[in-house]
């Protein structure tokens, strides 16, 4: 996945908004929540983060090309990074970003997920 994909997956989910910040990163939010980043990598594959659940961030650890994401795994926080080859196919990785992207609906207030209609 190219930046411009990722940008564009992440600009066709319901509500959302992207923001560049801390260094450069693409960062996608819906309501303020953020639900995926991508940037902070220093080789030639795109990195992207995102929150799993509690056993999607046990299964995904330790697979060749994804790890617990830098700086908010360290906190106890549940999210992913998918940094190199092999890591997840396009389509799984839009998978756990539109996961990510429902993980952080859910944290929304009800009245703010209805003033932005995602009941």
């Known amino acids: 996945m190219t930046l411009d994909e990722y940008d564009q997956f992440c600009g066709s989910l319901p509500q959302t908004e992207k923001a560049v910040q801390w260094g450069g990163a693409h960062v996608w939010k819906v309501g303020?929540?953020?639900?995926?980043?991508?940037?902070?990598?220093?080789?030639?594959?795109?990195a992207v983060t995102f929150k799993v659940s509690d056993?999607?961030?046990?299964?995904l650890r330790d697979e060749p090309g994804l790890r617990p994401a830098p700086y908010l795994a360290s906190r106890g926080m549940t999210w992913i990074q998918h940094y190199a080859e092999p890591?997840?196919?396009?389509?799984g990785?839009?998978?756990?970003?539109?996961?990510?992207?429902?993980?952080?609906i859910q944290r929304l207030?009800?009245?703010?997920?209805?003033?932005?209609?995602?009941?």
């Open 87 to 91: 890591g997840l196919p396009d389509e």
């Open 109 to 119: 207030t009800k009245k703010k997920r209805l003033e932005l209609g995602l009941t």
């Open 32 to 46: 303020g929540k953020l639900f995926a980043v991508a940037g902070w990598n220093d080789g030639e594959d795109l």
């Open 55 to 59: 056993i999607a961030y046990h299964v």
């Open 93 to 104: 990785l839009k998978d756990h970003i539109e996961a990510s992207y429902r993980m952080a």
